[in-house]
C-alpha cells in the first residue's frame, strides 16, 4: 500500500479529467490515484477506463456534492494519507513530497494546504485557499494572499511553512484517521465551507493544521459553479452559519450570531444596490433555513479545546472601512 491516496471528486468533469489528470499520475509516483464519481451523465467514466486504467474509480450512486461525495468514496481507502484534490487543479513536480515530509515530522498536524496559484493568472495566488486560510470571530473566512475580492501577486512573500486555521478543500492533505475520527465533511453542507468546518473541528479536537510553500499547485477555480452564482452565495452564507452555530465556544456564541447576522444583512442590502436581487434572496433564503435548522445544529456541537480561534475581529470592517486590502495590513 501507498503512502498517499491522490482522491479526485468529479461530476461531468471528462474534459477537465483529460486535462488534468496526465500530471497527476506523472508526478504522484508516491500515491494510488483515485477518481470518485458523483454519478456523472457524460463520458467521464468511460474515458478513465480507457485513457486511464491504472486510476482507481469508484462510483457514488447519486450526485452527493462535495462532502457526501467524498465521505461515501473515503470511506473503503486505508493510505494514511488522504489528498483530497479538486478536478480542476494542475500539479507540479515534487508537489507531494514536501508534505509527506512535514506530516511525517509533525504528528500533531493532521492537516497540510500547499500555495494555491492561478491556472490562468500563474503569478497570482488563487481565490480558493490562497497561501493558507483563517477566519475572523463573525465567521468570514479569508487567507494570506486573498482578502475577498483582493488577490495578490505570488511575490514569494509567503514562501514559508506555518500554521494556519483551514485549509482549502481544493487541495487539501489530510490524515486518513483524523479525517475518520472526525466523521468526515458534515453532510448537510453538502458544498462550501464544508472544508472550513472540518478544520474548525480538527482544531477543536487539538489538532494544528499548516501551510506548506514548498508544495505548489495550479487552480482554475470557479469549473464546476460560477463565482457569480445565486446558488454559491446562498450556501456559503447559510454553511458559514451553521459552521459558526457547530463551532463557536458557549460564552460566545450568541453574540456572535447576532452580530453575523448584521453584517449579512448589510451585504444584502448591497447586493440590492447593485442590482443582484437575486443575491439578496440567497442571502434571505440562508437565514430562512438557518433558523429552521438551528435546533439540529445547536445539537452537532462539541467541546473546545481551543476557545480563540480568531486572529482578528472583523475582516470585514478592516477591509472596506478601514481599507485594508492586504494580508500583511491585518496585523
Given amino acids: 500500500m501507498k503512502e498517499i491516496a491522490v482522491v479526485i471528486l468529479n461530476w461531468n468533469g471528462e474534459k477537465l479529467l483529460q486535462e488534468f489528470l496526465p500530471k497527476i499520475l506523472l508526478y504522484s509516483d508516491k500515491a494510488t490515484i483515485y477518481v470518485a464519481d458523483n ?9 478513465l477506463k480507457r485513457d486511464f486504467p491504472s486510476v482507481q474509480i469508484i462510483e457514488n450512486k447519486a450526485n452527493f456534492g462535495f462532502a457526501k461525495g467524498y465521505n461515501e468514496a473515503l470511506r473503503e481507502i486505508q493510505e494514511p494519507i488522504l489528498a483530497l484534490v479538486n478536478s480542476d487543479i494542475e500539479v507540479t513536480e515534487n508537489w507531494l513530497n514536501p508534505i509527506l515530509a512535514l506530516l511525517k515530522k509533525e504528528p500533531n498536524t493532521a492537516i497540510v494546504q500547499p500555495k494555491i496559484l492561478d491556472y490562468k493568472k500563474r503569478d497570482f495566488f488563487e481565490y480558493a485557499g490562497a497561501a493558507g486560510g483563517y477566519i475572523d470571530k463573525y465567521g468570514f473566512p479569508f487567507c494570506r494572499g486573498r482578502l475577498f475580492d483582493t488577490l495578490e501577486q505570488d511575490n514569494q512573500q509567503y514562501n514559508d511553512i506555518t500554521s494556519i486555521f483551514w485549509a482549502s478543500g481544493a487541495c487539501l492533505f489530510i490524515r486518513n484517521e483524523v479525517f475518520q475520527s472526525l466523521n468526515g465533511f458534515d453532510e448537510d453542507f453538502f458544498a462550501h465551507q464544508e472544508e472550513i468546518d472540518l478544520c474548525w473541528r480538527a482544531f477543536n479536537q487539538g489538532y494544528e493544521a499548516k501551510y506548506c510553500s514548498d508544495s505548489t499547485v495550479y487552480h482554475i477555480g470557479g469549473a464546476t459553479l460560477q463565482t457569480g452564482s445565486p ?3 446562498f450556501l456559503n452564507f447559510r454553511n458559514s452559519l451553521w459552521m459558526l452555530t457547530k463551532n463557536v465556544p458557549s460564552n460566545q456564541l450568541f453574540f ?7 453584517f449579512d444583512g448589510i451585504a444584502g442590502v448591497r447586493f440590492l444596490i447593485q442590482g443582484k436581487p437575486k443575491h439578496l434572496w440567497a442571502v434571505l433564503k440562508s437565514h430562512f433555513y438557518f433558523y429552521w435548522f438551528l435546533p439540529k445544529f445547536l445539537k452537532k456541537r462539541t467541546y473546545t ?5 480568531y486572529k482578528i475581529k472583523s475582516v470585514v470592517t478592516r477591509y472596506f472601512i478601514n481599507k485594508q486590502h492586504y494580508f500583511g495590513e491585518l496585523f
Fill in 39 to 47: 454519478a456523472s451523465t457524460d463520458n467521464s467514466i468511460s474515458i
Fill in 231 to 233: 446558488k454559491k452565495t
Fill in 256 to 262: 456572535t450570531l447576532f452580530i453575523r447576522l448584521i
Fill in 305 to 309: 479545546k481551543n476557545p480563540n480561534y
